[in-house]
């Protein structure tokens, strides 16, 4: 089991800055793959950005050069610095993290709002 705690949301105006935190802990020493999925209203939940325990980096094209994800493995912490936000940025961002276990389980966060408005 791996549980994962998101941190960080909340409102900000168009061209801010916030930086979001997922805290793992429990079974986590097999865990390769952590990301940043999102969820907007009304549309299905989209990869954002994720990073391997080596450091590898993979973003969706609608946040290149805006977000950072950057993880800390020491503090089995993952983090996602978001700079020039964009109203189109507002949704529930999840942690996600894996895989875990003879099955290969994908664990998730229970998520953050974010919205970004004026």
């Known amino acids: 089991q791996v549980q994962l705690v998101e941190s960080g949301g909340g409102l900000v105006q168009p061209g801010g800055s916030l930086r979001l935190s997922c805290a793992a802990s429990?079974?986590?020493?097999?865990?390769?793959?952590m990301g940043w999925y999102r969820q907007a209203p009304g549309k299905q939940r989209e990869m954002v950005a994720t990073?391997?325990?080596?450091?590898?980096?993979n973003y969706a094209d609608s946040v290149k050069g805006r977000f950072t994800i950057s993880r800390d493995n020491a503090k089995n912490t993952m983090y996602l610095q978001m700079n020039s936000l964009k109203r189109e940025d507002t949704a529930v961002y999840y942690c996600?993290?894996?895989?875990?276990?003879?099955?290969?389980?994908?664990?998730w966060g229970k998520g953050t709002l974010i919205t970004v408005s004026s």
């Open positions: 996600n993290a894996g895989p875990v276990g003879p099955f290969g389980t994908y664990y």
């Open positions: 990073i391997t325990t080596g450091g590898s980096t």
């Open positions: 429990g079974s986590i020493r097999s865990i390769n793959v």
